[in-house]
């Protein structure tokens, strides 16, 4: 038998979520202070039970936050990304803290 596992959809255990710190350098207590105009980068990957990217991961990832942020809130994995995506977010207002979740409904999983 011949083939590939592509056909195959592989479902996350976890979605981890990594904040990119600011431009300009930045350090100690304000290394993520982001001020208005600055992009964000959150990089999400799918991760399985052993903590590997899944590199055909083919889920729905939505982004959502109740910060200023203007946000492209969904991304449909392809299998292409090789399990990680980075959505830039480009800050609005003065946010003094902020949250951002993704979320795989469909796999029940959140990351923060």
Do not use: C, H, W
């Not at 105009?37 to 939505?62: H, R």
């Not at 969904?74 to 980075?86: A, D, R």
């Amino acid at each position: 038998m011949t083939g590939d596992s592509t056909a195959i959809r592989f479902v996350p255990k976890k979605l981890e979520a990594i904040l990119s710190a600011p431009p300009g350098g930045r350090s100690g207590e304000n290394l993520y202070t982001y001020y208005v105009g600055e992009t964000i980068t959150v990089t999400v990957k799918a991760l399985d039970e052993s903590g590997q990217v899944i590199a055909n991961y083919g889920g729905l990832v939505k982004l959502s936050t109740k910060a200023g942020f203007a946000i492209k809130d969904e991304y449909q994995f392809t299998g292409e990304e090789g399990g990680t995506y980075s959505f830039d977010l480009q800050t609005t207002k003065d946010e003094a803290s902020f949250t951002i979740t993704a979320s795989d409904e469909e796999a029940g999983l959140t990351a923060t």
